[in-house]
């Protein structure tokens, strides 16, 4: 069996976004919302990778759902009968949130890290060998992210031969819905750049303008775009949870990711939205293998906003494709889309490819596919949130927001804030110079310490 996976969702955001999550991955495997088997088991995949398995064949997912107030994790709770497990739950003891403050979510979790860690080894003693662990998060509030931040340190430095994937939801650089965002986002960015080991982006407004032309409803809410994002990552886990020929473990997933450790952002896209994934989805018209490899490539379907639009290049690029395919169109089409992107000189210019099986209990039967790239083009997410960041900071402007929570971490948050930014730039370098031949010839290529977290 391949190695365990270990989810933590963190905060309203974390916690909405990892309920669909599971009942996704709960539909997919025929489990129950109360963890019992609804199907055949000979049929139903390997979901012990995301969930134990009991004596008495219930299925509890290896989740920890972590909120500082008790309103979402109570509601996850309620609407899934007995499907968590109670110890792993974890609300706050003084009962409100972070207040949109990271440093009061971080604060708060290197109070309770006992607590944590402990839920996590009791989890761990259910593994027969845990391949990594992934934090379902906004960036923007004060949980998710500061509280977040805190695990991914901890993480890191307890469990370093794990591998740490995040998805990571990135807020609006347009129309802040919380004006300190910024900050929370530079400080989580500090922490995703140095802890993670691969961190799929994506963004609030990208996601609404999704939603809205794939949901067949009127008033799309930011709930809606929850179905996307849990479709990405249940998709993610799709061929090791249902084996076919390749990709049957994170690590291999990672490591046609990710050439190079530090450049670690990933962007997703899928199409077409379907029945088994979203609630009201719009028709579409039958698509083949051919058809899907190269709509993949439209930026519109990318779940961040496409915002530098000329010399983005690739440094890997990994689809995944769902349904009853030629071999023969799959390669005309690959060929195609290659001729279309452009990749960084020193990795081969391949689109890799990843079949999935259909589970079971899918309706549809057209062709679907997940394009996820490792792409230059983050760049202009980041130079943006940088530009908000910029505007606050040049004032000053809300930082006594920060200094209580953060005296009591001993922490100077002006030094703090401006660490992360320089290593938010530093990335940012580092992307450009990925573009070029010398990117490679001038770093030092044989460091073992380089390397994935991979056991
Ligand atoms: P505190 O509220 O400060 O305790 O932190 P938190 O981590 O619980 O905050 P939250 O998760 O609400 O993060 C705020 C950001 O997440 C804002 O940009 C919201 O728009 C966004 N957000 C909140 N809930 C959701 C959700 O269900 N889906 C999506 N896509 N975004 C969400």
Known sequence: ?????????????????????????????????????????STNGIPQVFFRKSGNSRFTPRALLIDMEPSVVNGVRSRNDNLFNPRNCYISPEGRGAGNIWTQGF????????????????????????ESFQLIHSVSGGTGSGLGSFLLETLSDRYSKKLLQTHSIFPDTKTSDVVVQP????????????????????????????????????????????????????????????????????????????????????????????????????????????????????????????????????????DFIRGDVKATDV??????????????????????????????????TNVTGMMVKNSTEITGLFESLLSNYNRLRAKNAFIANYEESALELNMDIKEELDESYQLVLNLIDEYSASKTMSYVEDSDVDNPDDDLNIE
């Open 107 to 130: 604060e708060h979790a290197t109070r309770h890290v006992d607590e944590f860690l402990d839920m996590i080894d009791k989890e761990l003693d259910f593994c027969d060998s845990l």
């Open 331 to 364: 390669q005309k089409a690959l060929v195609k889309a290659q001729q279309r992107i452009q990749f960084v000189p020193w990795t081969g210019s391949t689109i890799h490819l990843a079949l999935a099986a259909r589970p079971p209990k899918f309706q549809n």
């Open 183 to 318: 900050y929370n986002v530079v400080l989580t960015l500090k922490r995703l750049i140095q802890e993670a080991d691969a961190t799929m982006v994506f963004d609030n407004p990208a996601l609404m303008s999704i939603a809205n032309s794939n949901l067949d409803i009127d008033d799309v809410s930011i709930k809606e775009t929850n179905q996307l994002i849990s479709t990405v990552i249940s998709t993610l886990s799709s061929t090791i949870r249902f084996p076919s020929y390749s990709y049957n473990s994170t690590t291999s997933i990672l490591s046609t990711l990710i050439p190079t450790p530090d450049l670690h952002f990933l962007i997703p896209s899928y199409t077409p939205f379907t029945q088994d994934f979203i609630s009201h989805p719009k028709q579409f018209r039958k698509t083949t293998g051919y058809d899907i490899i190269l709509e993949l490539l439209d930026p519109k379907l990318q779940m961040i906003r496409s915002r530098n639009t000329t010399n983005n290049m690739n440094l890997s690029v990994l």
């Open 1 to 41: 069996m391949p190695g365990e996976i270990l989810t933590i969702s963190a905060g309203q955001c974390g916690n909405q976004v990892g309920e669909q999550y599971w009942n996704q991955l709960c539909k997919e495997h025929g489990i129950s919302s109360n963890g019992t088997l609804e199907t055949d088991e």
